[in-house]
């Protein structure tokens, strides 16, 4: 998986290359999703959502260029698999997720896995996690149509926030806010395709099609 979809595709930060060798990504899908899991696609993880493709997890990890110090928000904790990589490679997570179903097995997963530096809430990550605050990462993984204006308050004095921006129930563009004391400049990068960050968790819980 590691050499075929992420490295074959200019993913060479080797912190995350090493991340994504060991975390093993089986354990964050049910019985039924393990045999497609280290597979090319995003995977069903239940209420409609899905685990993120390997090779996303791999790009928008090598796009925070963590150095193992930062501070990272993540909303849409979904499967728990980024969550992981994240805590293996930042120095503290806070991970939202709207649907308790989806967060409470992924907490046992990387309690099981050994990653204690990480503290869930269950909520609409859309709010951030003002208490928290502020955060050199942000990481989004699911679409909308704008940046949520509370995500941008919450970063921190050189921060980077990414989330994919554009039509929810279609295509979107991987988008990156960096903050530089008040000023914030919003860069564009490759098209993808997530699943919508949601109001609700009775719409997220709606059956939906996968990202
Ligand atoms: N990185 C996760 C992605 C899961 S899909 C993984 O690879 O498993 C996106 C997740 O965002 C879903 O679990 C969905 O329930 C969650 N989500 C959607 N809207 C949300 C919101 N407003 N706040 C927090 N989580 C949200």
Redo the contacts with the bound molecule.
Sequence with gaps: MVHRQLQSRGITDRRVIAAMKWIPRHR?VTPRGRGGCYEDHPVP?G?G????QPFM?GLMTAMLELTGRERVL??????????AILAELAGQVWS????PE?QFPARRVLADLGFFNVAFRI????LGWPEAAPFDRILV??ASSSVPQPLVEQLADGGVLLIPIGETDGYQVMTTVRRSGAATRTTHGVDCR??????D?AS?AAPGRG?
């Design positions: 964050f993880i209420f959502q899905t685990m993120s997890v993540e909303v849409g904790t979904g499967s728990g698999y980024q969550t939202v997720e709207i649907i989806l909520g609409d990550g859309r993984a699911a997530f699943v919508p960050l949601r109001a968790s997220a990202s």
